[in-house]
């Protein structure tokens, strides 16, 4: 009818495609700036901004964030030569490398446990992903207790069964320290892994897993040259997320240790930290550097993982 206005899909559709009608060329960037421009500002004012702020912050010296002096690449060669910040690169790095092969693998051996119905399945399934849905706080404060060197659970049950010379101050032992918080750190995220690993699991080919049963395969065989192989990708995509997050942990170190004892268990966040604010030198450009260049070190590294995974998957399929 005329004087009518189009509705309809074909009226959407005709909205995001430029130049099918005489007055909608433009429409298209119209809608499409409508829906992205609150989350290109969120984005450009939570993030873009003060990542691009904290790069050019990081060729100056700022004891007065009014009057900051420049002094172009003076932070980065001093940076170059700090011990500090060589261990706390260390100790992420171990963190990131050994902790999401750990999560990854409790993971999947806690998801094929429930895949072959063990006892108390409905608990144990429960149970396993609790940890997951507790705040690092929570985790940090019972861990804590249970770490105790006089009370803890940790110490009691071993001179319960006559192991007290296993007894350890496990955060206060500089060659146990970081051990001690990998473990807890583990014990957050392996139900996380878990539930992706199980949902991988039932979703394999049926047919696949029972020619496995009729070959007399048992669980390791099967394990190994079927299960592991399927399940590739999803293996290497929850090691990355976890690579990637364990790049920047801090909330789990600074409660428990805050880098103590003696560095060994300093890692780049908490060192950050401690240069901009727990320490009195009054230089946020110094913060910067370190925050820059480790920021550059994770981009790197996700883009190599990123092209490795693909890589892998081309051979494979």
């Known amino acids: 009818m005329p004087g009518q206005v189009a509705s309809g899909p074909s009226a959407w559709r005709r909205l995001f495609q430029p130049g099918t009608g005489g007055d909608t060329s433009g429409a298209s960037w119209l809608v499409l700036l409508l829906f992205l421009g609150p989350a290109l500002l969120v984005f450009g004012a ?8 904290t790069i050019y912050d990081s060729f100056f010296t700022i004891d007065d964030p009014d009057k900051p002096v420049w002094i172009g690449l003076a932070n980065y060669v001093t940076l170059a030569g700090d011990e500090t910040f060589r261990r706390a690169v260390l100790n992420t790095l171990i963190w990131s490398v050994a902790a999401p092969v750990l999560d990854v693998g409790v993971g999947l051996l806690l998801a094929l446990c429930l ?22 706080v929570v985790v940090a404060i019972v861990w804590l207790w249970l770490y105790n060197y006089d009370w803890g659970i940790v110490n009691v049950m071993f001179r319960a069964v006559g192991l007290g010379g296993l ?15 990998i473990f807890i750190d583990v014990w957050k995220w392996a139900g996380f892994n878990m539930v992706v690993c199980l949902a991988a699991i039932h979703s394999l080919p049926s047919e696949v897993l029972e020619a496995a049963e009729l070959d007399n395969c048992g669980w390791g065989g099967k394990l190994r040259f079927v299960i ?47 240069r ?11 913060p910067a550097t370190i925050a820059s260049v480790w920021f550059g070190v994770v981009i790197v590294t996700v883009l190599l993982l990123n092209r490795l995974l693909r890589s892998r998957e081309r051979v494979e399929f």
């Open 46 to 53: 939570m993030i873009a901004y003060p990542m691009a702020r």
């Open 115 to 136: 895949f072959a119905k063990v006892p108390f399945t409905r608990f144990l399934r429960i149970a396993w992903f609790t940890p997951v849905l507790l705040s690092y």
């Open 167 to 181: 007894a350890s101050a496990w955060l206060g032992n500089p060659h146990l320290a970081l051990g001690s918080l």
């Open 228 to 274: 592991v192989p399927l399940l590739r990708p999803t293996l290497l995509n929850l090691y990355i997320l976890a690579f990637v997050a364990k790049m920047k942990v801090f909330d789990l170190v600074w409660i428990m240790t805050q880098g103590g004892p003696l560095w060994s268990t300093e890692t780049v966040s908490t060192y950050v930290y401690k």
């Open 276 to 286: 901009a604010f727990a320490w009195n030198t009054f230089d946020l450009g110094y």
